[in-house]
């Protein structure tokens, strides 16, 4: 029954069609049977792309019936701009290709150069200056621990060898870590803990309590695979023994006054703020 109103439906289609076509049309091209393809509903559903298409007057494409001129025809690379990199990356974000990093920048997007490991060298005290942390963070990318992802724009800059023994604040000695594996290189190391050994060019040899050793490149290797991360590490100044205190070992830093007391002191500071400048500009009352 459905069939029968099917093609009803279609011969009174093709009846109010050829009505409504001109004269001097030319009759429809016949189907594989022979049958006028115009009047078939199936055959209709399965019309090519559009020839606006083809042209380029339009950017849909049939995917199941693509053109020749597509299929044939690569897609010529684009030209790199001028003074950009092959490849970019955001700080604590993805890598974006040449064409995007020139856009951004000629919207106005601030681009801070990294220096280069020529120009960095020891450090007198125990922060590394801005520059130095730069060329550290975008030199790892990521917490340098086995397995951990952590950006390295929000890690902690740890000292491979501790800065108390070595003095030495040098690219060679620092390396992005997270909060919770610097806690634990920290307070889980020495005999059954975790070791870690750093080379010129920033990797990371780990030996953990097992005895299993990891080896963690630096994470620029993969975006940068050209880029020289090398800084020879210099032999820290002699320094006499550390001698331990019998009654202390490793301990965070204690507070001097409870969250609650520091949340009550800042309030009462900047209420006398406020009433020093009261008593110095009256309201005109």
């Given at each position: 029954?459905?069939?029968?109103?099917?093609?009803?439906?279609?011969?009174?289609?093709?009846?109010?069609?050829?009505?409504?076509?001109?004269?001097?049309?030319?009759?429809?091209?016949?189907?594989?049977?022979?049958?006028?393809?115009?009047g078939?509903?199936?055959?209709?559903?399965?019309?090519?792309?559009?020839?606006?298409?083809?042209?380029?007057?339009?950017?849909?494409?049939?995917?199941?019936?693509?053109?020749?001129?597509?299929?044939?025809?690569?897609?010529?690379?684009?030209?790199?701009?001028?003074?950009?990199?092959?490849?970019?990356?955001?700080?604590g974000?993805?890598?974006?290709?040449?064409?995007?990093?020139?856009?951004?920048?000629?919207?106005?997007?601030?681009?801070?150069?990294?220096?280069?490991?020529?120009r960095?060298?020891?450090?007198?005290?125990?922060?590394?200056?801005?520059?130095?942390?730069?060329?550290?963070?975008?030199?790892?990318?990521?917490?340098?621990?086995?397995?951990?992802?952590?950006?390295?724009e929000y890690?902690?800059l740890?000292?491979?060898?501790?800065?108390?023994?070595?003095?030495?604040?040098?690219?060679?000695?620092?390396?992005?870590?997270?909060?919770?594996?610097?806690?634990?290189?920290?307070?889980?190391?020495?005999?059954?803990?975790w070791?870690?050994?750093?080379?010129?060019?920033?990797?990371?040899?780990?030996?953990?309590?097992?005895?299993?050793?990891?080896?963690?490149?630096?994470?620029?290797?993969?975006?940068?695979p050209?880029?020289?991360?090398?800084?020879?590490?210099?032999?820290?100044?002699?320094?006499?023994?550390?001698?331990?205190?019998?009654?202390?070992?490793?301990?965070?830093?204690?507070?001097?006054?409870?969250?609650?007391?520091?949340?009550?002191?800042?309030?009462?500071?900047?209420?006398?703020?406020?009433q020093?400048?009261?008593?110095?500009?009256?309201?005109?009352?």
């Amino acid at each position: 029954m459905g069939v029968r109103r099917l093609g009803q439906r279609g011969r009174r289609d093709r009846r109010r069609a050829d009505h409504r076509a001109p004269r001097d049309t030319p009759p429809p091209n016949p189907g594989p049977d022979g049958r006028p393809v115009d009047g078939d509903p199936e055959a209709e559903a399965e019309v090519g792309p559009d020839p606006a298409a083809e042209s380029g007057d339009s950017a849909a494409v049939s995917e199941a019936n693509p053109p020749a001129a597509f299929a044939a025809t690569p897609a010529a690379p684009a030209a790199r701009p001028a003074g950009c990199p092959a490849t970019a990356v955001i700080a604590g974000g993805p890598a974006i290709p040449a064409a995007l990093l020139s856009e951004l920048r000629r919207l106005g997007v601030a681009v801070r150069p990294v220096p280069t490991a020529e120009r960095l060298g020891a450090e007198p005290g125990y922060r590394p200056p801005t520059a130095l942390q730069r060329f550290l963070r975008n030199r790892d990318l990521t917490c340098c621990f086995p397995g951990c992802h952590h950006p390295a724009e929000y890690c902690d800059l740890d000292h491979t060898r501790a800065y108390a023994t070595s003095r030495l604040t040098h690219p060679g000695n620092l390396k992005c870590l997270c909060r919770k594996h610097h806690l634990l290189k920290t307070f889980w190391t020495g005999t059954g803990g975790w070791t870690d050994h750093q080379l010129p060019d920033g990797t990371i040899e780990w030996t953990s309590p097992t005895g299993h050793r990891y080896t963690v490149p630096p994470g620029s290797r993969l975006p940068f695979p050209h880029w020289n991360t090398t800084t020879p590490t210099p032999e820290p100044a002699p320094t006499g023994p550390a001698v331990p205190s019998p009654h202390r070992g490793p301990s965070m830093p204690l507070r001097t006054r409870t969250r609650r007391q520091q949340h009550h002191a800042a309030i009462t500071a900047e209420r006398r703020r406020n009433q020093a400048h009261i008593d110095a500009h009256p309201p005109p009352f």
